[in-house]
T-cell receptor
Framework: AQSVTQLDSHVSVSEGTPVLLRCNYS??????LFWYVQHPNKGLQLLLK??????LVKGINGFEAEFKKSETSFHLTKPSAHMSDAAEYFC????????????FGRGTSLIVHP | DTGVSQDPRHKITKRGQNVTFRCDPI?????LYWYRQTLGQGPEFLTY????????KSRLLSDRFSAERPKGSFSTLEIQRTEQGDSAMYLC?????????????FGPGTRLLVL
């Protein structure tokens, strides 16, 4: 069984300040983990993924995430928020053991103030 | 543009009518997934295909829902006798497994409103 918990439904930051979106996962196997972003009326876009290589993963648009097995976390960060980062962010876990079915978190809405 | 396309982008229908959605995956992606997303929630898995074979279906997929991928390329999702609770965004994604890794690429979705 696998599950993912996004700890904040909304995160509000000022433009130019750091972003932290939190994600904890549960998986019986060594999972693959993903962050997707969804802008209004747009499809889901892959930001970054972890698949058992380097634990610090760099993605597009300056985002990165660190896989911490001991904490079962995969938090998404960005040093400096931009207005265009305002969107819904989804953490996704896809377990090993032959399972191809991903589980999505409920999403975190990132609000960026000027 | 991820390359996955879905048609139509929006559909309004009356309760009890049948609707059909189409998904065209990225060329040579052998896996195709359908999801449903309601407001304020993450996408929920419905079903997936590997080539033309439907390998798994969620318990969310009632008997009124049927999906096909006849030639292992495009896929259709049909909902019969629609209900107001079927109103949602229906997402399609495609992928191919490479060296034990898989990444899904999503289409823009079909937004269904059942009146």
């Amino acid at each position: 069984a696998q599950s993912v918990t996004q700890l904040d439904s909304h995160v509000s930051v000022s433009e130019g300040t750091p972003v932290l979106l939190r994600c904890n996962y549960s998986s019986s196997y060594s999972p693959s983990l993903f962050w997707y972003v969804q802008h209004p009326n747009k499809g889901l876009q892959l930001l970054l993924k972890y698949t058992s290589a380097a634990t610090l993963v760099k993605g597009i648009n300056g985002f990165e995430a660190e896989f911490k097995k001991s904490e079962t976390s995969f938090h998404l960060t960005k040093p400096s928020a931009h207005m265009s980062d305002a969107a819904e962010y989804f953490c996704v876990v896809m377990g090993g053991g032959g399972s191809y079915i991903p589980t999505f978190g409920r999403g975190t809405s990132l609000i960026v103030h000027p | 543009d991820t390359g996955v396309s879905q048609d139509p982008r929006h559909k309004i229908t009356k309760r009890g009518q049948n609707v059909t959605f189409r998904c065209d995956p990225i060329s040579e992606h052998n896996r195709l997934y359908w999801y449903r997303q309601t407001l304020g929630q993450g996408p929920e898995f419905l079903t997936y295909f590997q080539n033309e074979a439907q390998l798994e279906k969620s318990r969310l997929l009632s008997d009124r829902f049927s999906a096909e991928r006849p030639k292992g390329s495009f896929s259709t999702l049909e909902i019969q006798r629609t209900e107001q609770g079927d109103s949602a965004m229906y997402l399609c994604a495609s992928s191919v497994e490479t060296s034990g890794e898989e990444t899904q690429y999503f289409g823009p979705g079909t937004r269904l409103l059942v009146l």
